[in-house]
């Protein structure tokens, strides 16, 4: 059975992020996930939490610039030791509130000159995270991210995740697998998820275009949770998607859904 999450940094968001720990609550999400949760003391956060009866199951290190348009933290060689740092302040709040996984987003390069050296500072710092939160039982996953929404990203496919993680070879580190990005890069995602579900530690959708909720485009969301429910993975499968209007109205996908109580 599907165990769906609400990422709070995208749904909900009619309201303050204190307060969409219960909306999700309310609407059936019994797990939630924030994509940068810095605003909220650790302490905040676990408070809402133990009030709701929910889980955190995933949080992004911070990724400086990359949201702004920049190329991030991940890559940058010359960001090492603040890449270092923003994994300090994500234990901080994983001691506390032991998420599933944390997600290091790769970043842009936008000098193809530099390409290979920023890769490599890419690994050195997945690595690190890993061994930051695997003693702790917790999941360090990656992500690739289309480059139409964010052109010069360096990881945007799946075999480009699964050569990283087989080089790698860290037992704490797997795919964080997101749907909307791989129907943008024309990837078969169906075919992926069956083939190396037990690589992959999180998996993401919304619809595309538009990264609108299910049934605002073009995907089979039929077939992409069945795919998922067939396979091997166990983990959890969030919602990251921006509402077409209000949030409670977006949610047919997941009262319709095989595991709507999730």
């Given amino acids: 059975m599907l165990r769906f999450s609400a990422n709070l940094s995208l749904l909900f968001t009619e309201a303050e992020l204190p307060r969409r720990f219960g909306l999700a609550k309310t609407h059936g999400f019994d797990a939630v996930e924030i994509q940068f949760p810095y605003s909220l003391e650790p302490a905040a956060i676990e408070e809402q939490l133990s009030e709701h009866k929910q889980k955190l199951v995933l949080l992004n290190i911070a990724a400086d610039d990359l949201m702004q348009g920049g190329e991030g933290l991940a890559c940058v060689p010359e960001k090492q030791s603040r890449f270092r740092q923003a994994v300090k302040e994500a234990l901080r709040y994983a001691e506390r509130l032991q998420p599933a996984a944390i997600n290091v987003l790769p970043g842009r390069c936008f000098d ?26 917790i999941k360090t996953v990656f992500e690739a991210i289309n480059t139409h929404d964010m052109p010069g990203f360096i990881i945007h496919n799946g075999e480009q995740m699964l050569a990283i993680r087989r080089e790698l070879d860290h037992p704490g580190i797997f795919l964080q697998y997101d749907i909307y990005h791989m129907e943008r890069m024309a990837e078969n ?56 209007g209000a949030t ?4 047919d996908w997941f009262g319709h859904s095989s595991s709507s109580a999730a």
Wanted: glycine share 14%; charged share 20%; with cysteine.
């Fill in 189 to 244: 995602y169906i075919e992926f998820i069956g083939r190396h579900a037990g690589l992959i530690g999180h998996v993401q959708f919304a619809d595309c275009p538009g990264r609108g909720q299910p049934g605002t485009g073009r995907i089979d969301f039929g077939g992409v949770f069945a795919a998922i429910e067939n396979s091997a993975y166990s983990g959890w499968v969030g919602a990251e998607y921006r509402p077409v």
């Fill in 112 to 137: 193809r000159r530099r390409e290979p050296a920023y890769l490599d500072t890419f690994k050195q710092n997945l690595l690190y995270a890993a061994a930051t939160f695997f003693p702790l039982g």
């Fill in 248 to 251: 409670e109205d977006s949610l």
